[in-house]
Structures are given as structure tokens and as C-alpha cells.
């Protein structure tokens, strides 16, 4: 059973850019977290999905970012005209639909962006 | 709201000895707590939880963590470091109910010397 597969693993981006990180849940996982890491910091919560549908939010920024879960296909985050405060990792993590005793979640191993 | 407090940026321990990561927390009703490892350059890898029961948690790599619900602590512990485990750890809450994503601590970079 593959983990949670994030790529690209390394994405440099010049400001005004977009970047689109993908995030691949493990198998028979349909919640998908989005966290970011500045250097040197803890994770910070962006955005929570299940298929199709955005379930907390609250941690996005209002402008520039935004995420979908499809019915097919991986997760994206999507940051639009990137600035270079954007630079972080980022890292996906996915949980089974049933909440209670299996309830940790399995992080990927990040995708690092740079904005240059 | 809830939230995390990791106290210490650094932990210095020498290979063998026992080590102590220190995390408190705070949650609206029962907690779920987690620890995570961070390697370098590396995704978080899940060590072990409390969602019930017993207060002292043993987990992955001869870790263990004891819940203490009056001091709102979830401090994690190994009887004997070993320099390999040399790593940047975090610790985790979320409620029973309501959101399910984590909230974390800001970690605790811990080094074992040989």
C-alpha cells in the first residue's frame, strides 16, 4: 500500500507564476489535509477536502490560493501569481473516511517550493 | 480554539539517557493527541497517539507518552536515546468532535550526542 505521494517533490517558480502541487492519498483514504511548513516553523493548517468537497478552509489565505479534492485524480493546490513569501513546503496528509480509533493521519513527503 | 505549546526549541541529550519532549495543549471537550517525526528534508511520520483509555501511550521506536488530563500535558519520552533519533518532533491535538484537521505545535528539534 503506497503512502501519501506528493509531487513535484522540488518546484522553483519566478514571482507572478502559478504553482500546482499534487497530492495522491493513500489507498482508501478520502480526506485530504493541506499543511505548510515555513523554515523553521511548525505546520500551519490551510485547507481540509474530501472528494469533492472543501470541508474547512479556514486556514487559506483569501487571495491567490486555492485547493480541490475531484472524484478522480489527486488533490491540488494551486497558488496563483506566486510572491516570494509563498516559498515553503508544503505537505499533504490523508486520513480513512471513519473517524475514531484510526484516526492519524499520513503525511507525504512534501512538496519545497521556491519562488526566485 | 485549540492549540499546542511545544516549550522547548532544543533538547540536548546524551546517547543513553532518558529523554523528555514537553507538549501541552488545549481543546474544547476530550482531546486526540499525536506525535510526528521530522527528518531532514523529509514528510512527517506518525510515532504514536492517545484517543483513549490507557494514559501512557507507547508507540513507534521504543517511544511512549503519557497523557495527563489535569496538567493538559502529553509529554513524550524514551527510557535511552539513541543518536539516531536525532530528529524534529511535533505534537499534535485535535477534539473528539468538530475539526478534524490537527493542530500542531511549533516542534522540538531534539539531539542526541554520542
Known amino acids: 500500500n503506497a503512502g501519501v505521494m506528493q509531487n513535484p517533490r522540488h518546484l522553483v517558480r519566478r514571482r507572478g507564476q502559478e504553482a500546482r502541487l499534487r497530492c495522491s492519498p493513500m489507498k482508501g483514504h478520502s480526506h485530504v489535509y493541506w499543511y505548510r511548513q515555513l523554515p523553521e516553523e511548525g505546520l500551519k493548517f490551510m485547507v481540509y477536502l474530501q472528494k469533492e468537497n472543501i470541508i474547512d478552509e479556514s486556514g487559506m489565505p483569501k487571495e491567490r490560493f486555492s485547493a480541490e479534492f475531484p472524484k478522480e485524480g489527486p488533490s491540488i493546490l494551486r497558488i496563483q501569481q506566486v510572491v516570494r513569501g509563498d516559498s515553503a513546503a508544503y505537505f499533504c496528509?490523508?486520513?480513512?473516511?471513519?473517524?475514531?480509533?484510526?484516526?492519524?493521519?499520513?503525511f507525504g513527503q512534501g512538496t519545497r517550493l521556491t519562488v526566485v | 480554539a485549540q492549540s499546542v505549546a511545544q516549550p522547548e526549541d532544543q533538547v540536548n541529550v546524551a546517547e543513553g539517557n532518558p529523554l523528555t519532549v514537553k507538549c501541552t495543549y488545549s481543546?474544547?471537550?476530550?482531546?486526540?493527541l499525536f506525535w510526528y517525526v521530522q527528518y531532514p528534508n523529509r514528510g512527517l511520520q506518525f510515532l504514536l497517539k492517545?484517543?483513549?483509555?490507557?494514559?501512557l501511550v507507547k508507540g513507534s521506536y521504543g517511544f511512549e507518552a503519557e497523557f495527563n488530563k489535569s496538567q493538559t500535558s502529553f509529554h513524550l519520552k524514551k527510557p535511552s536515546a539513541l543518536v539516531s533519533d536525532s530528529a524534529l518532533y511535533f505534537c499534535?491535538?485535535?477534539?473528539?468532535?468538530?475539526?478534524?484537521?490537527?493542530?500542531f505545535g511549533s516542534g522540538t528539534r531534539l539531539q542526541v550526542q554520542p
Open positions: 496528509a490523508s486520513s480513512p473516511p471513519v473517524d475514531g480509533q484510526n484516526t492519524e493521519a499520513f
Open positions: 481543546v474544547s471537550g476530550n482531546p486526540y
Open positions: 499534535a491535538v485535535r477534539a473528539y468532535t468538530g475539526r478534524r484537521a490537527l493542530t
Open positions: 492517545y484517543i483513549t483509555g490507557d494514559n
